[in-house]
């Protein structure tokens, strides 16, 4: 199973930026799917779920401003990111969850992609 993180990169605060993650080599089902993000010297954090059939739910710093979405077909991920403040910057990582109809479940990482917000 491989996870590509992608799209993050050095933008002012008050730009956007969109994340992607795709998902690949798997035969298993996709469930929730995560973004967390790890800025330096803090503990890793979850900045927004989303389940199979599209229910999301946010960290408290990001509502309002982040909207996760996915493409079940393309096992792919986003995170568009708007109204980005210096504080968001961050490691930002991809979390998927699988299952296998056997009920063998999986969780998985990305490799992280760096998001740079400045002031």
């Known amino acids: 199973v491989q996870l590509q993180a992608s799209g993050g990169g050095l933008v002012q605060a ?3 930026l969109r994340l992607s993650c795709a998902v690949s080599g798997t035969s ?10 790890q800025a330096p010297d803090k ?3 979850l900045v927004a779920k989303i389940t ?6 946010y960290g408290e710093s990001v509502k309002g401003r982040f909207t996760i979405s996915r493409d ?3 096992n792919t991920m986003y995170l568009q ?3 980005l403040k210096p504080e968001d910057t961050a490691v930002y990582y991809c979390n998927v969850d699988f299952s ?3 009920g063998a479940r999986m969780n998985s990482w990305g490799q992280g992609t760096l998001v740079t917000v400045s002031s």
């Open 100 to 102: 296998w109809r056997s």
């Open 52 to 57: 199979r059939g599209g229910a999301t739910d």
């Open 43 to 45: 503990a890793r954090e």
């Open 14 to 16: 008050g730009g956007s």
């Open 81 to 83: 990111m708007n109204s």
């Open 28 to 37: 298993g089902s996709v469930d929730d799917m995560y973004w967390y993000r």
């Open 72 to 74: 079940n077909l393309k």
